[in-house]
Nanobody, 124 residues
């Protein structure tokens, strides 16, 4: 069992920055990939970024590439999402997720545990 708790969301003006954190407890954090997803009102939950278990590989959605950075600190059992140059279209509830199986994925169905989400609102 893995528990995930996100924090760091809030209200920011367009062009601003936020850093989201996701703290994990339970099974060995360093053994599984971690992803960030987001869901805007009336839309499906979409992939944002993923990082491998070691942190050596990352992959981003085209919509955030060059603006967002995913990282992890396995000693602190925490994954981060640094969001820069935020746009109003980035407004959503952001979720972190853990994938227990080997490899990584941008498919939300490939993740086994989810946090409760944190709201990010970007004003124009």
């Amino acid at each position: 069992q893995v528990q995930l708790v996100e924090s760091g969301g809030g209200l920011v003006q367009a062009g601003g920055s936020l850093r989201l954190s996701c703290a994990a407890s339970g099974r060995a954090f360093s053994s599984y990939a971690m992803g960030w997803f987001r869901q805007a009102p009336g839309k499906e939950r979409e992939f944002v970024a993923v990082i491998s278990s070691s942190g050596g590989s990352t992959y981003y959605a085209d919509s955030v590439k060059g603006r967002f950075t995913i990282s992890r600190d396995n000693a602190k059992r925490t994954v981060y999402l640094q969001m820069n140059s935020l746009k109003p279209e980035d407004t959503a509830v952001y979720y972190c997720a853990a994938r227990m199986r080997s490899g990584w994925s941008n498919d939300r169905g490939a993740y086994d545990y989810w946090g409760q989400g944190t709201q990010v609102t970007v004003s124009s």
